[in-house]
C-alpha cells in the first residue's frame, strides 16, 4: 500500500525557474512532513520539514505548502539552480505508534537547465 | 559536522552467498533506521532499533534478513542467502530521539549476481 503519492517523476526547469513537487498522503494520523534531497551516491539529506499546524514555511529558497483538508503538501524551489538538480523525496511520519519511522514517496528527479 | 558511517560502500555478491554490512550512527544517537532503496524508488524501512532493542521488523524478510544493535551503538544487517533481487542501496539513519532530524548514511550498493 502506497501511503505517500509523489508526482511528477521527473521534472526539467530552466535555471532562475520555479520549481514544484506534489505529495499526497491517506493517512490521517501522519504527523510529520519532511523533504529529502538526495545526489546520486549519497544518502538522502533533510531539506525543510513541516508539521500540520502550519501551512506554509519557508526556508531560503524552499518552501512547503500544506493543506490539511486535501490530505497534501508540496515543496517549491525559487529561482532553482544547476545544483538543485538531485532526486527529491516527500515523507511523512506518525506519532501514534510511537515509531516515527519515515514513508517516503517515490521520488521526483529534478534537472536544472542551465 | 558528524556523520552515519556504513561500510562497505559497494558489494558485489552471488546469489546465495551471505552479506553483511555494517552502521556506525552519530554519537549519542539512540535510534536507528535500516532502509531498502531500490534504484528509481524511495528507501522502505525494514528495521528500527530504539537502543539496542528492535522496536519495529514488520518489514524485514526474517527467513533470509537479520539485525542486530548488540551494545545500543553500531548495527549490522545480514542477508543470507542473497537473491537477485536483493541488489539495492541499503541505507542506515539515526535519530538523537523522539522527533529530532533523522541523518541518513551514504549507504551500501549491494549488487547480487
Known amino acids: 500500500q502506497q501511503q505517500v503519492k509523489q508526482s511528477p517523476q521527473s521534472l526539467i526547469v530552466q535555471k532562475g525557474g520555479i520549481s514544484i513537487i506534489n505529495c499526497a498522503y491517506e493517512?490521517?494520523?501522519?504527523?510529520?512532513f519532511p523533504w529529502y534531497q538526495q545526489f546520486p551516491g549519497k544518502g538522502p539529506a533533510l531539506l525543510i520539514a513541516?508539521?500540520?499546524?502550519?501551512s506554509e514555511k519557508k526556508e531560503g529558497r524552499f518552501t512547503i505548502s500544506f493543506n490539511k483538508s486535501a490530505k497534501q503538501f508540496s515543496l517549491h524551489i525559487m529561482d532553482s539552480q544547476p545544483g538543485d538538480s538531485a532526486t527529491y523525496f516527500c515523507a511523512a511520519a506518525r506519532a501514534d505508534t510511537g515509531r516515527r519511522a519515515l514513508t517516503f514517496g517515490s521520488g521526483t528527479r529534478l534537472q536544472v537547465q542551465p | 559536522e558528524a556523520e552515519v558511517a556504513q561500510s562497505p560502500r559497494y558489494k558485489i555478491t552471488e546469489k546465495s552467498q551471505a552479506v553483511a554490512f555494517w552502521c556506525d550512527p552519530i554519537s549519542g544517537h539512540a535510534t536507528l533506521y535500516w532502509y531498502r532503496q531500490i534504484l528509481g524508488q524511495g528507501p522502505e524501512l525494514l528495521v528500527q532499533f530504539q537502543d539496542e532493542s528492535v522496536v519495529d521488523d514488520s518489514q524485514l524478510p526474517k527467513d533470509r534478513f537479520s539485525a542486530e544493535r548488540l551494545k545500543g551503538v553500531d548495527s549490522t544487517l545480514k542477508i543470507q542467502p542473497a537473491e537477485l533481487g536483493d541488489s539495492a542501496m541499503y541505507l542506515c539513519?539515526?535519530?538523537?530521539?523522539?522527533?529530532?532530524?533523522?541523518?541518513f548514511g551514504n549507504g551500501t550498493r549491494l549488487t547480487v549476481t
Open positions: 493517512n490521517t494520523a501522519f504527523d510529520y
Open positions: 539513519a539515526t535519530r538523537e530521539q523522539g522527533t529530532s532530524p533523522l541523518h
Open positions: 513541516i508539521r500540520p499546524d502550519v
